[in-house]
């Protein structure tokens, strides 16, 4: 059609559109385009704030490499991924779901540790943490002999693909649930961590005077054939930025019970001062058991490289 004034800009494109024969691709699309034009009427967005969004989708694109996703990093920081998470888990989005973003750092081939083995893997300075965790499905019956990959920061807030210091798949480990349904394991505990902000989602951030961290987490991914993989995380309750997590990941259900021990006997010998527990339930949803593509497949060399902190402003 030709287009006679820019309510025709829409519906040109629309009518376009239908020529589309996947059905769910056209419903996408025509809903992308309807929001997005809406999007621009709505703001009056100008030709220069144009020019500059489309800047920042090149910049989101240049600042994307083999270990560093900086589009998933913007949804994550849009509280988009935490969306999209929830829509789809939960009975759609009608009950608590244990399933929770990715992130960036899992790696496959996580070296397999017996139940009650440490994923302490070179020497880790920080306080030692026990974690019990068990899995069940939605009537509360164990999901047994399901594989669970764990994975987190060190008590600096490093993953060991981050630092040189720690050694290769240090507090990562692959477990079997037992006959209850259950793993556990000693590591230390994890502290929050900043994300990048040298590319797009740092402009973003300063520009909303916003902190870039990362409440401490615990990574979980779980698969047994029947069960939707799991992908959960475990956030710690008196982290500075648990309310505030730049991600935005954390949910009322995630946040767990790692208590502190003090003067009290540890489950090992060799503990000093205080520890910490964690015991968790996850619950596995009925589905199909699939891995993600591994976000990124080695560990860094050379220096640690440390990452700018934002102090959140207001
Ligand atoms: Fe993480």
Known sequence: ????????????????????????????????????????????????????????????????????????????????????????????????????????????????????????????????????????????NPVVGAEVDVWQSSPEGYYENQDPVQADMNLRGKFTTDQNGHIDFRSVKPAGYPIPVDGPVGQLLRAQGRHNMRPAHLHVLAAKDGFKTLVSQVYVPDDPHIETDVQFGVTRHLIGHYVRHENEPAPAPDVEGPWYSLDYTFTMEPGRARLPRPPITDKARGDRQEIERLKATG
């Open 1 to 140: 059609m030709i287009i006679e004034n820019e309510k025709d800009a829409t519906t040109a494109v629309l009518s376009e559109l239908a020529r589309a024969k996947d059905p769910r691709f056209r419903e996408i699309m025509s809903a992308l385009v309807r929001h997005l034009h809406d999007f621009a009427r709505e703001v009056k967005l100008t030709e220069e704030e144009f020019q500059a969004a489309v800047g920042y989708l090149v910049a989101l694109g240049k600042h994307t490499n083999e270990t560093h996703n900086e589009a998933v990093l913007m949804s994550g920081s849009l509280g988009f991924s935490t969306l999209i998470c929830l829509i789809n888990n939960g009975n759609n989005g009608q009950t608590e779901t244990s399933q929770n973003l990715l992130g960036p750092f899992w790696r496959m081939h996580s070296p397999a540790t017996a139940n009650g083995g440490s994923i302490v893997r070179s020497p880790t300075p920080g306080p030692a943490l026990f974690v019990n965790a068990a899995f069940k499905d939605g009537n509360g």
